[in-house]
């Protein structure tokens, strides 16, 4: 059973549409982190969220982390197949242990 | 390129074999993570080390050891291998060890056992 769970697993939309893809857990975090994994490298990372009900924006892509600190949300907003990758979320639990979630696989048709 | 270096890039070995996966942290980055990646897994923390200690554990196994070197490279060591153990393993490293430390990963190691 993963500590983190992501869904959906897989997403495949055409350039233009919009997106969101979701991060839950029953355990509080202390900080929540997105990143962006492309196949045969190592995961870059996109933000960071540690407030509960933070929301943070990086051009179309907009994160937000749940009052409760136990859930987040990645939007993107007008996909580009520049877009495609794996996103991951990671959480911080009990200082420093890190689960990461099975990930998003998404795939960008121009 | 995230200045975090990995080596190999690819080994590949046989059951009951011993291995030794080596990192190169960013230069002053002081903490360095290890994971693993497999398909039916996903990314799983293995354990961290800040200045050269053992800052946290996760999901290692006792066949798995690791230790970083007062040059604060690190090294993964795998041993009595067995199949499930092919994945990619990566090392992260950060500053420092707090909650809005970034990590940056590097390019991964892929280890096939056969």
């Known amino acids: 059973t993963q500590l983190l769970e992501q869904s959906p697993q897989f997403l495949s939309i055409q350039e233009g549409e919009n997106l969101t893809v979701y991060c839950n857990s029953s355990?509080?975090?202390?900080?929540l982190q997105w990143y962006r994994q492309e196949p045969g490298e190592g995961p870059v990372l996109l933000v960071t969220?540690?407030?509960?009900?933070e929301v943070k924006k990086l051009k179309r892509l907009t994160f937000q982390f749940g009052d409760a600190r136990k859930d987040s949300s990645l939007h993107i907003t007008a996909a580009q197949p520049g877009d495609t990758g794996l996103y991951l979320c990671?959480?911080?639990?009990?200082?420093?242990?890190?689960?990461f979630g099975s990930g998003t696989k998404l795939n960008v048709k121009p | 390129d995230s200045g975090v270096t990995q080596t190999p890039k690819h080994l590949i070995t046989a059951t009951g074999q011993r291995v030794t996966l080596r990192c190169s942290p960013r230069?002053?980055?002081?903490?360095v993570y290890w994971y693993q990646q497999s398909l039916d897994q996903g990314l799983q923390f293995l354990i961290q080390?800040?200045?050269?200690?053992?800052?946290a554990k996760g999901n290692i196994l006792e066949r798995f050891s690791a230790q970083q070197f007062p040059d604060l490279h690190s090294e993964l060591n795998l041993s009595s291998l067995e199949l499930g153990d092919s994945a990619l393993y990566f090392c992260?490293?950060?500053?420092?060890?707090?909650?809005?430390?970034?990590?940056?990963f590097g390019p991964g190691t892929r280890l096939t056992v056969l």
């Open positions: 992260a490293s950060s500053v420092e060890s707090g909650s809005l430390d970034t990590q940056y």
């Open positions: 355990s509080v975090f202390s900080s």
């Open positions: 969220v540690v407030t509960g009900g």
């Open positions: 990671a959480g911080r639990y009990n200082f420093n242990k890190f689960y």
């Open positions: 230069s002053g980055d002081l903490s």
């Open positions: 080390y800040y200045n050269g200690e053992e800052r």
